[in-house]
């Protein structure tokens, strides 16, 4: 995947390396501020933008394509990777993996907290033990199927 050029962003605002899929054209708002929000939390490190996807993670894959990690149960990384829905306007929560306490609930906050008001976040799977409960008291804008 080939980097684009770096003015969509506020670099100033963080470090973390992003890579933008050649397949997007114009990156879509919505996906602009989270990816500025996400970009803000410390140990976000790489971000990756498909057409329908999105990773963000402290850490990413070895080999010659990199990914950012976003593993449930994984024991160092901390990150989450999204199923972006444009047409419907939602954003769903495909994996989620802290190994630092605190920082799942910062990285919902940050994909959470600029959605417009037609756009949902939404979590089709809930294997959290009650993690996700805690965010829907927070947060209006989330739909846990």
Excluded: C
């Excluded at 047409?87 to 959470?112: H, P, R, W």
């Excluded at 959605?115 to 939404?122: C, D, E, I, Q, T």
Aim: no cysteine; glycine share 6%.
């Amino acid at each position: 995947m080939k980097s684009k050029p770096m003015e969509d962003f506020e670099m100033a605002e963080h470090k973390a390396k992003i890579t933008i899929s050649r397949k997007i054209k114009r990156l879509h708002p919505v996906v602009k501020n989270i990816v500025n929000n996400l970009a803000t939390i410390e140990p976000i490190r790489f971000i990756k933008i498909s057409p329908d996807f999105l990773q963000a993670s402290s850490e990413e894959t070895k080999g010659r394509i990199k990914t950012p990690i976003t593993k449930p149960g994984h024991p160092t990384a901390i990150g989450v990777a999204l199923i972006l829905d444009l047409d419907y306007k939602d954003i769903q929560f495909f994996e989620m993996n802290s190994a630092t306490k605190g920082y799942g609930g910062k990285m919902v906050e940050a994909v959470l907290k600029d959605l417009p008001k037609a756009w949902n976040g939404v979590v089709v799977m809930d294997w959290s033990d009650g993690f996700w409960d805690k965010m829907k008291i927070k947060h209006n804008n989330l739909v846990i199927f």
